[in-house]
């Protein structure tokens, strides 16, 4: 088999119809054109409804094909009414990403219930909504892939991101409980862990003194760029590449964890 074909049929997402939660944002948003790009189905799914939009339309006339609705990923209604409408048009979901992302640098005893509220419902309830609602179908036809966003920052600890890197903690053993109990279900659900990859929810946490701290700790001294998440995601996201993969903390990080001194 030329090596070409032998990608396409490892790689390849045809027939398939995945949902992108966040997938109007940057990272989220190129996974979104990556999953098109290989042939699947793509409903983009954002808090932003003109995000979701103009990401639909990107893939649209890309030769792909996309919808686009506003959701917020802690409303349990919103989601369903979202899966419905997948159910509705293209029949399933193969594939959920879940990439919702709110961060905060407060210190400790300056955080607020307020905001260690919202960001446990944003990074971590939302990550258990989205797996109920669209799980639920992917047990009852026994496949799919599940692919939650998680961070360096869970683990271990990072300086000044607290709520952020509790929630994201709290993401990994979603993914690991639900991978042990969906695996005889055929569902796959596996973590993307990504290093320092400039995006909405960090930005303005990204000063100088912070940016040389984390460069000071990453072997390969630079950020990563969106397009570096997207051969991991796919090798996910294929039932062919890794169809014996459940359970994993995939790691995209620049060597960040296995730093030392």
């Given amino acids: 088999m030329a090596l070409a074909a032998y990608l396409t049929e490892m790689f390849g997402l045809d027939g398939k119809r995945a949902a992108v939660i966040g997938g109007g944002g940057v990272l989220a948003g190129a996974m979104s054109s990556a999953l098109a790009g290989a042939g699947a189905k793509v409903a983009v799914l954002d808090l932003n409804p003109d995000a979701a939009q103009t990401k639909a339309d990107e893939i649209q006339a890309s030769g792909g094909e996309a919808m686009a609705a506003q959701v917020d990923v802690t409303s349990r209604a919103d989601l369903e009414a979202a899966c419905r409408t997948i159910d509705e048009t293209w029949g399933g979901t193969d594939i959920l990403i879940n990439a919702p992302g709110v961060n905060s640098s407060t210190p400790f005893f300056e955080i607020t219930d307020g905001e260690w509220e919202k960001l446990i419902a944003v990074d971590l309830k939302g990550v258990f909504l989205a797996c109920q609602v669209f799980g639920r179908g992917m047990v009852e036809r026994r496949c799919g892939s599940i692919i ?64 040389a701290k984390i460069m000071a700790h990453t072997p390969m001294k630079r950020f990563g760029e969106a397009e570096e998440l997207l051969g991991a995601v796919l090798w996910l996201a294929s039932d062919r590449a890794s169809g014996f993969v459940t359970g994993a903390l995939v790691r995209v990080d620049g060597g960040f964890a296995a730093m030392t001194i």
């Fill in 148 to 211: 939650n966003i998680s961070s360096v920052s869970s683990g271990p600890p990072l300086s000044r991101v607290f709520t952020y890197g509790v929630a994201k903690g709290g993401v990994n053993q979603v993914t690991q409980f639900l991978a042990r109990e969906w695996a005889e279900d055929g569902v796959r659900v596996n973590a993307l862990v990504p290093g320092f990859f400039p995006a909405e929810q960090n930005r303005k946490l990204l000063t100088g003194e912070r940016t």
